[in-house]
């Protein structure tokens, strides 16, 4: 009888990522069946969809408590789906705030679970160490640090490298004049802005992002490019940017238009990591709700680590500049821009330090993407 596995991925980025491992899944053993909570990657490499994350996309706490009841139907459907198909194993990715829970209730009721992309504990939420201890059989973590920081608290974590290596690896090969010419860009140098991929985050970035590149585009002969993440639709970046949009480019390919960038400002998250993995100099912002900030700041832990960007943490060192709430405005991304605008070796030096992420993010001794390494390890302990 082939076996079954019940993934559950709550968010676009988890989607993908675990897309992919299914995709090595069914390479390794082309009869097991997926079935589980992701969307169109996931759908593409052959699992079968229970309920879209198009459904649960809420940011921030005050967004979650506006929507308890919707998430409690979900975790009420999830449940009685596990107890109904009960498949082999388990696999969580990201998304912790409900995967947490759903451990919990899978462990208890006697399936194996495997997590993919652990919580960021080290930096917030420590409690929740002891339930990856208690209810999680495997912890896959793609952060090298990580694997000893979960293995101290008796968690049974293991490196697999990091998933955007893959991820990027055929955008470091795209062609420039091909990426120009398509979006209509000039020969100039690229300043781009990535204000985020959900419509709360563009609606706090997007007005104060607009505002700094006009002022670099008056003050330097650069060509200034938005990133338009496909989530968001022309008439939202309209309704949020108003006229001011039209003074510049919308590109909807991040990873070319990153890769392809002299400097990025970008929103605190995935995409700083990735410009750190193609070498691109960066300033990363945020900003989110007054209410939302005085809570995560309560939350936030330092012992591990003291910074918001990918990139520091990674580095273990302050090289990226940090504009967080008040200290996001447009006359300081200015001068962070202008400083490395007009001192070449301190944009050499920044990029040299970049250019070291990809390695710490590798897995040593090994071929194989982290995509293959988690399914193979999933296989293995089925």
Known sequence: MSKKIMVVAGEASGDSHAGKVICALKKISPEIEVFGVGGEKMRKCGAEIIYDISKISFIGFIDVLKNLKRISGFRNFCAKTLLERKPDAVLLVDYPGFNLRFAKFAKQNGFKVFYYIAPQVWAWGRGRVKDLKNYVDKLFVIFEFEEEFFRKFGVDAEFVGHPLLEDLKNVESASEEDFFDRYGISRKEVISFFPGSRVQEVKSMLGTMLKAGK?????????????????????????????????????????????????????????????????????????????????????????????????????????????????????????????????????????????????????????KSTSEIVAEKIISNL
Not at 309 to 337: C, G, H, T, Y
Request: proline share 1%.
């Open 215 to 367: 002022k670099l585009q008056e003050n330097f002969d650069v060509e200034i490019v938005f990133s338009k993440a496909k989530t968001i639709s022309d008439s939202e970046i309209e309704k949020i940017g108003g006229d001011e949009i039209r003074n510049f480019k919308f590109v909807d390919d991040s990873h070319l238009l990153l890769r392809f960038s002299k400097i990025a400002i970008v929103k605190s998250g995935t995409t700083s990591l990735e410009a750190g993995i193609l070498g691109v100099p960066m300033v990363v912002c945020y900003k989110t709700s007054f209410l939302n900030y005085l809570i995560g700041r309560m939350l936030i832990k330092t012992d591990v680590v003291d910074s918001i960007s990918l990139p520091n943490i990674v580095l273990r060192k302050k090289l990226v500049a940090e504009l967080i709430q008040n200290d996001f405005n447009e006359w300081k991304i200015f001068e962070e821009v202008r400083n490395l605008l007009t001192d070449e070796e301190k944009y050499k030096n920044f990029r040299s330090e970049l250019l070291k992420i990809k390695d710490l993010l590798s897995l040593k001794n090994s071929n």
